[in-house]
């Protein structure tokens, strides 16, 4: 059901940019409707986690879907841009109950006992719901430019919210029931709060925020920038010529890419060897981020970059499950619900900051990406520490 709520959003990540003009509005009305969604849930995510602790769960991811397409369905009328940008913080709302509920759903459904120390398979689990997520990241980018081309911009929005409702109704159908079994206690929940301050969560947290600012701002749009500077002629992808726009979208496809094949694999990586995971697909993934500077061949850029956003999600994977095993049904959607927090602000600031750094050069955002993603591997000890310290500071 989350991957359908996506169509709206990857038509406007997709084709806003290229349809600007067109639709009336103007470089700055589209930076403000790509980002608001994203500054918006730095509010949302707490409020979410604490609706998950008092209100059935069933009932709020279908809120979740109905807000996702009259969201989509909004977006239809770019010209009336109150409530257009108005659109995009409904949707920021919708996004942080869909977001924690799939994490809440996959954590508490990981299968029990699985793996030999007794554990659930819940890096499968996360793998698994990201991949599904990227399914439908996946088909909002087919349908934007073929529904904005064959039908015009207000059809394809318009389709887009009836693709989310059509295709969100039976999952949602299924999972209404979903209840929470937990007695909300104010005193716990005060203590998990302070918890969230001990240096161990903020490191992780700090690590999230490093991962999204480089995963959603850095590498997509400094490597964009970089293909439109070394490659602005066009170049040879596989021995073919082609254009500098298509040298981009292989580049982005490696993410997308990654999202729907890997990130299964990459949880069941995690779920085997949680530090050295995290540990190699780090260091890895910073590996090909700075060898992206020195890549003149379009074939070899595209190929590294599919390898700093395949090294990168596992990491990311495997910081998801150390924070996981830091949680109970208690205390969980606060613990997620200020991830999502610490994330969302990385890929805001992400974003933000990579167009100003290129102004230096388009190789500064793939270098800082690079140094970035190092500095994260200082959290390693703490992703392989055992969950004990939580339970102590939240007695």
Do not use: K
Request: aromatic share 8%; glycine share 10%.
């Amino acid at each position: 059901m989350t991957a359908a709520t996506l169509f709206g959003d990857t038509l406007l990540y997709s084709a806003l940019p290229v349809n600007a003009s067109r639709l009336g509005l103007d470089a700055l009305a589209v930076g403000l409707a790509l980002s608001l969604n994203r500054w918006v849930r730095l509010f949302t995510n707490s409020f979410a986690a604490r609706l998950y602790e008092r209100f059935p769960a069933g009932l709020l991811v279908c809120v979740a879907l109905a807000l996702g397409v009259a969201s989509s369905a909004a977006y239809a009328l770019p010209a009336a841009i109150v409530l257009f940008l108005a659109a995009r913080l409904v949707w920021g709302m919708s996004w942080s109950l869909l977001r924690l509920g799939t994490f809440l759903g996959a954590i508490e459904g990981a299968q029990p006992g699985a793996l030999p120390n007794g554990r659930p398979r819940t890096g499968r689990a996360l793998g698994n719901t990201r991949s599904i997520h990227g399914l439908g990241y996946l088909a909002g980018a087919l349908w934007a430019p073929f529904a904005v081309e064959a039908f015009g911009w207000e059809a394809a929005a318009l389709g887009a919210a009836a693709l989310t409702l059509l295709l969100g109704l039976a999952p949602a159908a299924l999972i209404s029931g979903w209840r929470r079994h937990v007695d909300v206690d104010e005193r716990q929940e005060r203590a998990v709060r302070r918890a969230l301050l001990d240096r161990r969560f903020t490191g992780l947290f700090l690590v999230a925020s490093s991962q999204y600012a480089v995963g959603a701002g850095l590498v997509p749009i400094g490597g964009g920038l970089r293909v439109a500077e070394v490659f602005g002629a066009g170049g040879a992808l596989i021995a073919f010529p082609v254009a500098a726009t298509v040298i981009a979208g292989a580049f982005v496809l490696g993410q997308r890419v990654a999202q729907v094949a890997w990130t299964p694999l990459a949880g069941r990586l995690a779920d085997r060897a949680l530090s050295a995971t995290f540990v190699a697909s780090t260091a890895l993934a910073a590996a090909a981020m700075l060898l992206l500077v020195y890549a003149g061949d379009a074939t070899a850029f595209v190929a590294l970059g599919a390898v700093a956003f395949f090294a990168g999600i596992t990491s990311t994977v495997a910081l998801e499950l150390a924070i996981a095993h830091r949680t109970t049904a208690a205390d969980r959607p606060l613990i997620l619900g200020a991830y999502a927090t610490w994330a969302d602000a990385g890929a805001a600031v992400g974003a933000l900051v990579t167009g100003f750094v290129a102004l230096t050069g388009t190789q500064v955002p793939l270098i800082a990406a690079a140094v970035l993603t190092v500095g994260t591997l200082a959290a390693a000890p703490t992703v392989a520490a055992p969950a004990s310290w939580v339970r102590a500071s939240t007695a």
